[in-house]
């Protein structure tokens, strides 16, 4: 260990966290003016229930080592017994403490992902208590079972490879976003063909925050500073620049012009796809990711909600979800054990065990999004009743309902 590794990565846990506030101003701008408030909390407070959450038991029940590989154990409760200066596992260029830091902002961005496939119909404090819970029942376990020393799914288990995030992050938080809002059932003011975006200059802040970010997201999963940081920084890079280029192609052939709202959309597009391979695929095999991620999730937009009648209001289904999943079966395309000793090769080098293991562990992780989501949202409304806000409040707006709040004071309508 030294002062290097861990300054870099405490600086990248540094850019993660920054991700939370981008999403908010990202979430924030595509939303009415009604719901801007609302639509930020709900970034905004998981960092105080995600960060004391972590500490008090997270961190232990998804890293503590067991022999069960589904879950840890209540050894690292409050954070005892993590070392500052021995690593997670032997061999380690960081402390224990320091990795802990690292995983907390993944702790905390994840569930706010979900959040945008609800906004503008849902409770409050129904939020509050479904998002605690997810993050006991489904991130909890899925970040052991990936991550963790002797987890099922990764390269302990079935050899499953998620650099950074892909089955732990956005697929889990797609998945449960996509059930979530199929629960709650479609806005009752909503009106796709006049509705407007309120704020694009917060969207743009936003999913720029969010790029910056995604730099310590990606090159810090290498866990030091080291030349697979820069590989996975600068796949992360190429993957985001052709996605941007390929949504603005695909709003060109199909509308006719490109927009600004589409660029930004195919940036975060091609980020979440090249996240679970950042680190184990080649450098142009990122251009190759990148460019077909937009065009899957610019479909999945443009006319899977249509075609299968769910609504995803701020697209965490066909974004993170959908680009997650493909991002996560190239991985078994394209990797290499010559970038990564710890992967296998994919089938682009005539070996097809490790596309195998990439459908594998995304099957499981669907299958544990969709069932944790379900058991989640259950008990939510066991805990605090109806869910959903009633037609009144939504027609007024949740900032004014739900916060007593407005994001612009002079603002006296109903957009």
């Given at each position: 260990?030294?002062?290097g590794?861990?300054?870099?990565?405490?600086?990248?846990?540094?850019?993660?966290?920054?991700?939370?506030?981008?999403?908010?101003?990202?979430?924030?701008?595509?939303?009415?003016?009604?719901?801007?408030?609302?639509?930020m909390?709900?970034?905004?407070?998981i960092?105080?229930?995600?960060?004391?959450?972590?500490?008090?038991?997270?961190?232990s029940?998804?890293?503590?080592?067991t022999?069960?590989?589904?879950?840890?154990?209540?050894s690292?409760?409050?954070?005892e017994?993590?070392?500052?200066t021995?690593?997670?596992?032997?061999?380690?260029?960081?402390?224990n403490?320091?990795?802990?830091?690292?995983?907390?902002?993944?702790?905390?961005?994840t569930?706010?992902?979900i959040?945008?496939?609800?906004?503008?119909?849902m409770?409050?404090?129904?939020?509050?208590?479904?998002i605690?819970?997810?993050?006991i029942?489904?991130?909890?376990?899925?970040a052991?079972?990936?991550?963790?020393?002797?987890g099922?799914l990764?390269?302990?288990?079935?050899?499953?490879?998620?650099?950074a995030?892909?089955?732990?992050?956005?697929?889990?938080?797609?998945?449960?976003?996509?059930?979530?809002?199929?629960?709650?059932?479609?806005?009752?003011?909503?009106?796709?063909?006049?509705?407007?975006?309120?704020?694009?200059?917060?969207?743009?802040?936003?999913?720029?925050?969010?790029?910056?970010?995604?730099?310590?997201?990606?090159?810090?999963?290498?866990?030091?500073a080291?030349?697979?940081?820069?590989?996975?920084?600068?796949?992360?890079?190429?993957?985001?620049?052709?996605?941007?280029?390929?949504?603005?192609?695909?709003?060109?052939?199909?509308?006719k012009?490109?927009?600004?709202?589409?660029?930004?959309?195919?940036?975060?597009?091609?980020?979440?796809?090249?996240?679970?391979?950042?680190?184990?695929?080649?450098?142009?095999?990122?251009?190759?990711?990148?460019?077909?991620?937009?065009?899957?999730?610019?479909?999945?937009?443009?006319?899977?909600?249509?075609?299968?009648?769910?609504?995803?209001?701020?697209?965490?289904?066909?974004?993170?979800?959908?680009?997650?999943?493909?991002?996560?079966?190239?991985?078994g395309?394209?990797?290499?054990?010559?970038i990564?000793?710890?992967?296998?090769?994919?089938?682009v080098?005539?070996?097809f065990?490790?596309?195998a293991?990439?459908?594998?562990?995304?099957?499981?992780?669907?299958?544990?999004?969709?069932?944790?989501?379900l058991i989640?949202y259950a008990?939510?409304?066991?805990?605090?009743?109806?869910?959903?806000?009633?037609?009144?409040?939504?027609?007024?707006?949740?900032?004014?309902?739900?916060?007593?709040?407005?994001?612009?004071?002079?603002?006296?309508?109903?957009?």
């Open positions: 260990m030294n002062a590794n861990i300054g870099f990565m405490l600086i990248c846990s540094a850019f993660v966290f920054f991700m939370t506030p981008g999403l908010a101003m990202f979430y924030g701008g595509l939303v009415r003016k009604k719901n801007v408030v609302n639509t909390m709900t970034s905004i407070f960092i105080g229930t995600g960060i004391v959450m972590w500490v008090l038991f997270g961190y029940l998804s890293f503590a080592p022999s069960n590989g589904f879950i840890g154990d209540f690292w409760i409050g954070l017994g993590v070392s500052t021995d690593g997670y596992t032997e061999g380690s260029a960081i402390p403490m320091v990795f802990s830091a690292f995983q907390m902002m993944f702790a905390v961005i569930p706010a992902l959040t945008g496939a609800v906004a503008g119909r409770k409050f404090k129904s939020l509050f208590v479904f605690i819970l997810w993050t029942v489904v991130y909890y376990p899925l052991h079972m990936v991550w963790a020393t002797g099922v990764g390269l302990d288990g079935i050899g499953a490879l998620d650099f995030g892909g089955d732990v992050v956005h697929i889990s938080s797609g998945v449960s976003a996509l059930v979530l809002c199929i629960l709650l059932g479609k806005r009752r003011d909503y009106d796709r063909a006049n509705y407007r975006i309120h704020n694009i200059p917060t969207v743009v802040l936003g999913a720029s925050l969010l790029m910056f970010g995604w730099f310590g997201f990606n090159a810090g999963s290498a866990l030091e080291n030349g697979l940081a820069a590989h996975a920084f600068m796949t992360t890079a190429v993957s985001a620049a052709a996605a941007l280029l390929s949504w603005m192609l695909c709003d060109v052939v199909l509308n012009k490109p927009t600004l709202i589409g660029a930004c959309t195919g940036m975060v597009a091609g980020l979440v796809g090249i996240t679970p391979g950042a680190g184990f695929v080649p450098v142009w095999a990122a251009v190759i990711i990148g460019f077909t991620t937009s065009p899957v999730c610019y479909m999945m937009i443009s006319y899977g909600k249509k075609k299968f009648g769910f609504d995803d209001a701020l697209d965490a289904f066909s974004c993170h979800g959908t680009g997650g999943i493909w991002g996560g079966l190239l991985t395309v394209f990797s290499s054990t010559a990564n000793a710890d992967a296998g090769n994919g089938i080098y005539g070996e065990a490790q596309f293991a990439q459908a594998a562990g995304i099957g499981i992780t669907l299958v544990i999004a969709v069932v944790g989501t989640c008990l939510t409304r066991l805990v605090t009743g109806k869910i959903r806000v009633d037609a009144k409040d939504e027609m007024l707006g949740l900032d004014i309902t739900q916060h007593g709040e407005s994001a612009y004071p002079s603002f006296n309508g109903l957009e």
